[in-house]
């Protein structure tokens, strides 16, 4: 006899595949204070992000006769909101247009935490699992609990004599370190008004996985462009799509490797990025679709999803 089994169609959901390219271009990631500075700002940035934007193309093309490389554009409506997007999208088009940047992707940084209705900033602070330090015996409370995620062991509390002298102190210890540590604790989130506010690094790691073609919800996929047909843009933020598709590019949003461009003021919050993902359990369906279609066109991708974004850090003046 055969023994028949019986699963639920709902408890293993079809994952979607998505078009991919092989780089997304990340032309800016700048704050408020960047736009606030005005257009002269904006355009020392394009100016500057010129010259890595053709090296990385030229890197792409190399490996491939027909590259498939799009461009992106993330505005900080999140942690603060400066202007409107009727006032803000075309100066940022403008001044990347002066510096010979075309604009494919443009998305709001707040749709890194909500997009559509679906909570992205949450569902993948659920997928974060911890790399427990050598010896370790679960005395530290989880992250989900404290919103602080480490690559390794924490200065153990310490206690002090009745002189104030310190006893028993240990330092930090990263858990793969070569020779020496680089011990790193990034906050994930902060509690303010009694709502959560999610850190730049976790907005930005979460960013990274949709730009991979990684994030999924009930395997269908997550912040899909739109296309904008030319119509002037909203007064408010909350009326712009969290994704919009601004040119006929047949490059798609998504890519197996990423490149971001930007000032180097942002290096910390970007190592901070890349410790997320690193311990990030990203959907095993999404995982496969990507290596096999990568390794199918000749450009396989590094196993570890951190070694998959690159970036470029510039000198500010």
């Known amino acids: 006899m055969t023994e028949a089994v019986f699963r639920e169609s709902t408890a293993e959901p079809r994952i979607q595949s998505l078009p991919l390219a092989h780089l997304s271009l990340e032309l800016g990631h700048l704050y408020m204070e960047d736009f606030e500075a005005g257009p002269e700002r904006l355009g020392e940035h394009f100016a500057e992000v010129r010259i890595w934007a053709d090296a990385a193309r030229a890197s792409v093309a190399r490996r491939s006769k027909r590259p498939r490389v ?54 993948v602070m659920h ?23 480490a690559n390794g062991q924490r200065s153990p509390s310490m206690s002090r004599s009745a002189l104030g002298e310190v006893k028993g102190w240990q330092p930090p210890s990263e858990t793969a370190a070569r020779n020496h540590s680089v011990f790193m604790d990034v906050e994930l989130w902060s509690e303010k008004d009694g709502r959560r506010l999610w850190s730049c690094p ?50 798609p949003f998504s890519a197996y490797r990423t490149c971001t ?24 369906g999404a995982l496969q679709q990507v290596a096999a279609r990568s390794a199918a066109e000749g450009m ?18």
């Open 261 to 284: 461009l930007m000032p180097n003021r942002f290096l910390a919050v970007e190592d901070a990025v890349r410790l997320i993902l690193d311990q990030t359990d990203v959907d095993a």
């Open 70 to 123: 799009s461009t992106c554009f993330l505005i900080d409506d999140y942690f603060t909101r400066f202007s409107t997007p009727a006032e803000l999208i075309p100066l940022v088009l403008k001044e990347a247009e002066k510096a010979g940047l075309v604009i494919d992707y443009l998305a709001r940084e707040s749709a890194c935490a909500v997009a559509d209705r679906i909570e992205l900033a949450e569902s």
């Open 127 to 149: 997928r974060l699992v911890e790399s427990p330090p050598p010896g370790s015996y679960g005395s530290r409370p989880p992250v989900s609990l404290t919103g602080w995620l």
């Open 300 to 317: 396989p991708v590094p196993a570890a999803v951190a070694q998959r974004a690159t970036y470029v850090f510039y000198e500010e003046p």
């Open 202 to 251: 976790f907005l930005a790691a979460v960013w990274q996985l949709a730009r991979l073609g990684l994030l999924r919800h009930l395997g269908e996929p997550v912040l899909v462009p739109r296309p904008w047909q030319g119509q002037d843009f909203p007064n408010d933020w909350d009326r712009l799509a969290p994704l919009l598709k601004l040119t006929d590019t047949k490059a």
